[in-house]
């Protein structure tokens, strides 16, 4: 395996162990060595420039797929991981299927013949040649050569069956290294391998081992000859045929910083050689194979240096050629960009680490903070909105208008009402983290307490509202979580500039890194993953977002709403000018908005009335497009086109208008046809509007009320981190009660269970007040 230290073995016997090693460049050479190896050895016919970003993978035309002993070879090194192999066929055969040129270097040929001399060897022995090797558990030591020369076309032979299932056909092409210094040999290697590619044929390479000379016996395998690898035929080839993308395929998920299973190993998703090189720590080589993973890195290196785009990836990882053709997060993906950033998983390391030391602070240092942060919106308010015109005119240069520019919009008005909510937020801290909720005396002695703590890690998407971006760091300040935050681009520069404002504060008290701002919309996939460092997600935006988020979460808890099909019930008996300003408010205040009215219900007396006629001119006068639901479409001659999707979200000047029958019949229309987010009814009659109160089952359910009011500063929780539609924790708008959990305390004086059981104790269990309680130095008080 890769896994072991050994850092002072270099290239060095690497190069020199095979004649498959064509001074591959360590990666401790020089520029100018490397240039000098180009020119004299390897100057391809094609040059390409490969490829900067994982996105930029998707258009790769041209793949060679590296199969490393180790994917494609059993435990026992003595045959074939068929399973393993026929993924990777299919994966391979999809891609052809749609159009790309597939190259394929593959190990294999001597485990192959391995297994078929061994059964020979076996059918020859005597019977008491077979008891005597299988007491002693040994295997008949074998030529690797010979192994080779046997399992080649056993091999092809399995690869063109595997293939053929998808109607591709493949060829063999043996190679040794003289041929790619022979200029006559390199020139029938072009020619043979365009040829094969325009003919829709896999080329599948491999060294000649038949005649290469044998590898050094494993010694931890008792004889078992090593499997030879191939990382530098498949990144030489790569470069004579001009690909796109190397993919080699090893059996770790990619480079670590150190070996996987040592203390701080961290899989690296990026590297750039001239930057990161300092930052790796290599292990052994694989115990199959004659390379490690120096030996694929400096492959993957020399051919990124010669254009060619390269990922190191688990070939044991399902669908991972596919997902890496699709730009992926999946693997090493080797650029020549150096990072800029901190690596996600050091941010959610960090951002544990910093909510820790924010849990340890008094509800008055965290309120301070908060405070600090508010006093910056209103002093750098200047910088604020010069950053914020560069995303607004950003946004109607790409052709964004309507609700998107409208969110994405800031003013004084804006951050001055931001600020207040802030300042509301940290009044509210003093007594949040470390409250007692409850107080129990389990016996004379004992005392068992319930307080609140901070959820832990959180991880906020939000889109073009730049103002959550402050909000939910005060929210998380305030309840004492460690926070990344990952905004649209489409307010990236006032993101930026807002952020660094909450490193600022935070720098009072703790670091700064508490709270991170995501930067690359393809970390969010690794992070939805990272279930020990992440405790909850809250996406605020589209519905397509939050489902999005949902769906791609692998053990972490997504608090948000689905949609934001909210409505507004016009009763029987009501005030007739309530009605309009609460059905105007609810639509035009804010369209664009997750509460704002989507659909109207009127009681069916209502149509034909002034009533009616009103409510649809102050509608139109606002320039709301109406849309009518299949029963007034089909009471009204003449009128708006009909709606036949009652559960739409327009996000915009658009409404549905449906009639119903009465309270019931409103109840059961929001109830099947809304989205729990916040429903309204407008009446006089205090029995319908308690009824509608009880049997709604939205997370907000008002009386004569517009549905705008669901919000957590109009709410006076300061600010909200999201509306949540879902029935456990927290439900409707998210404030800093959303973002606690809560912890037992127990304080006793030696007792053991046995004490209880012998009856030496009694259980008292008894209520104890908690009208005035301080934990660990933090007022917390509540009450009964």
Partial sequence: MFHAVRTSQKLTAYRNSSVLCYNIPSLNQTKSNIQTNKNNLYTSSVSNQHAL??????????????????????????????????????????????????????????????????QEIIMSMSMRQTISQRETRGHPILEPRACAAAGQSGLMSLYEAMFLQYGIRTAQVLLTKPDFYNEFTRKNLHSTLNELLKLNIIPILNANDAVAPPPETDKDLAGVISVKDNDSLAARLAVEVGADLLIIMSDVNGLYNVPPGQPGSRLLH??????????????????????????????????LKHGVSCVICNGCEDNAIVNISQGKKVGTFFTSQPSTGTPVEVQALQAREGGRLLQALSGKERAAIVHRLADLLIERKIDILTANQQDVSSAYAAGLTGPMVARLFLNEKKLQTLADGLRQIADDALSAVGRVIKRTQISKGMELRQIT?????????????????????????????????????????????????????????????????????????????????????????????????QEASKGIPVLGHSEGVCHVYVDERVNPEMALRIVKDSKCDYPAACNAMETLLLHKSHIYTPLFDSICDTL??????????????????????????????????????????????????????????T??????????????????????????????????????????????????????PVGMEGLLTTKWILHGSGETVADFAEGKQKYIHEKLSIATVTHNGNSAVSSN
């Fill in 53 to 118: 970003h994982r996105n930029d993978l998707i258009t790769a035309n041209r793949v060679v797929v590296k199969l490393g002993s180790a994917v494609i070879t059993r435990e026992d090194e003595c045959g074939i991981a068929l399973g393993r192999l026929a993924s990777i066929v299919e994966q391979v055969s999809q891609l052809q299927n749609q159009g790309k040129d597939m190259l394929m270097v593959t190990s294999g040929a001597v485990a192959f013949g391995k297994q078929k001399l061994r």
């Fill in 270 to 303: 990026t590297y750039c050689p001239d930057s990161d090189v300092d930052q790796i720590v290599f292990g052994e080589k694989s115990r199959v194979g004659l390379g490690g993973m120096e030996s694929k890195v400096g492959a993957a290196t020399w051919a």
């Fill in 453 to 549: 703590v901070p959820i832990g890690v959180l991880m906020v998407i939000f889109e073009s509202r730049p103002d959550a971006l402050p909000q939910v760091a005060a929210l998380a300040i305030c309840s004492g979580n460690g926070l990344l935050l990952k905004g649209g681009k489409e307010a990236s520069v006032t993101n930026k500039l807002l952020h660094g404002l909450v490193e600022e504060a935070l720098e009072m008290f703790v670091p700064k890194e508490t709270i991170s701002l995501v930067s690359r919309r393809e970390d969010i996939q690794d992070l939805l993953h990272m279930s020990d460092d992440i405790d909850l997600v809250i996406p605020r935006g589209s519905s397509e977002l939050v489902k999005t988020i």
């Fill in 620 to 677: 139109k006068q606002a320039n709301v497009t109406i849309h009518l639901g299949p029963r007034i479409a089909a009471a009204i001659k003449f009128g708006p086109p009909e709606e036949t999707n009652m559960k739409k979200e327009y996000g915009a000047l658009e409404c549905a208008v449906e009639i119903v029958n009465g309270v019931d019949d409103a109840i059961n229309h929001i109830n099947q046809y809304g989205s729990s987010h």
């Fill in 679 to 732: 429903d309204t009814i407008v009446t006089e009659n205090d029995d319908h509007a308690e009824r509608f109160l009880q049997m709604v089952d939205s997370a907000c359910v008002f009386h004569n009320s517009s549905t705008r009011f669901a919000d957590g500063y109009r709410f006076g929780l300061g600010a909200e981190v999201g509306i949540s539609t879902s029935r456990i924790h927290a439900r409707g």
